[in-house]
């Protein structure tokens, strides 16, 4: 681990070096991009110096106890040593957590369906309780949400809910709301007091990027052609049409509606530039799809992430093994208690997959 930390510290020096040159100074994209880069970096490069301030501090404490003779003060510097060994030990902990690399999506705002699963229209109103917890805990964290799309039915529930939740950091604790819902309670409409158990299924999205695509010069043969068709003298004898071909993709467009060769490469390269940008889009699109399903799974029963049992007051989320016994708490948007334990469970997966346990 301290290897990589290491890098980072030199790189984080390094771009303070940079951004006191004066060729850099004055190149404004340039300095914007390495301070960004230094704003990342920061967080693990000061928990760094305070690291090394620490071991510093443990090794002149050890010093001065071999140094002392009053045996009131030894037992003080001890004292001090283990709650300065304390300290280094979360320092290097918080280290590992800052080199686990960040989803860039943490960031993003987000899409959240809500559908109703198993249960009739059980199911419907629990989604509509969902709804009201995500929307009580989206602005207790100053996140905004707001409904873009609702199928409300008669009992006064939804079949299914979306809706977006813009802020920074939205996915960053949304993203754990993902996977099957389940509720135990006795509805409103059973009349022997029996427990019913339902589910809703809650996929969350973070929002693509705008997507805007760059073409490469080098990547596009452009031939000039002559026009085909009705036009008279000027395009049968003047090579007006062209033929551009975008050759990554095989993307191949001729245009001959312009009365100048210029034009029409320009409209070309332009039909050319949308056709990419719609390709890409769908790609994106069809990995939020593929995401979305994996997410929520068939809805059953059985497939849960969290269940909501009303009886005995308790919410207990299965990926963690954590219970609350305050269920009105959690239905008014009490769910920090879940998702920073799953953040904590994640982040514990990352490190031992990168080998920084």
């Known amino acids: 681990m301290f290897e990589q930390v290491a890098k980072v510290v030199a790189r984080f020096e390094e771009i303070e070096r940079q951004m006191m040159d004066p060729f850099i100074m004055s190149d404004h994209k340039k300095l914007s991009d390495l301070a960004q880069e230094r704003t990342d970096i920061q967080p693990l490069y000061d928990s760094h110096q305070i690291y090394q301030r620490t071991i510093q501090d443990i090794e002149e404490a050890k010093e001065m106890i071999q140094l002392e003779s009053d045996r009131e003060m030894i037992s003080f510097m001890q004292d001090e040593i283990k709650e300065l060994t304390k300290t280094k030990e979360e320092l290097a902990q918080k280290m590992r957590r800052l080199l686990i690399p960040k989803d860039p999506r943490d960031e993003r705002n987000v899409f959240v369906e809500i559908r109703a699963g198993a249960g009739g229209d059980e199911a419907a109103l629990f989604a509509a309780d969902l709804l009201r917890m995500y929307t009580r ?17 008669g009992v006064g529930g939804y079949k299914e809910v979306i809706f977006t939740v813009k802020g920074k950091g939205a996915y960053s604790r949304f993203r754990y709301e993902s996977g099957v819902h389940r509720v135990q309670r006795v509805p409103a409409t059973e009349s022997q007091g029996r427990i019913h158990t339902s589910t809703v299924t809650v996929a969350v999205m973070p929002e693509i990027d705008a997507v805007d695509v760059t073409i490469n010069p080098n990547d596009l043969e452009i031939k000039a052609e002559f026009s085909s068709g009705p036009g008279g003298q000027h395009m049968q004898k003047n090579a007006t049409a062209a033929r551009v071909i975008h050759k990554p993709s095989g993307l191949m467009v001729k245009v001959q509606s312009e009365r100048s060769l210029t034009q029409n490469k320009q409209l070309a390269i332009t039909i050319i530039q949308s056709r990419l940008q719609e390709a890409e889009v769908a790609e994106q699109n069809a990995q939020v799809a593929a995401e979305r ?23 207990t989320d299965h990926r963690i093994g954590h219970s609350s016994y305050n269920l009105p708490s959690v239905m008014d948007g009490d769910i920090d208690q879940f998702i920073d334990r799953l953040i904590i469970a994640d982040e514990a997966e990352k490190l031992a997959a990168a080998g920084l346990e």
């Not at 997410?295 to 992430?305: H, M, N, T």
């Open 137 to 153: 805990y989206a602005e207790s964290r100053k996140l905004k949400p707001a409904i873009m799309d609702e199928n409300f039915i």
């Open 293 to 315: 399903k994996a997410q929520v799974g068939s809805g059953d029963r059985s497939e849960k992430v969290r269940t909501y049992n009303y009886p005995q007051s308790r919410v």
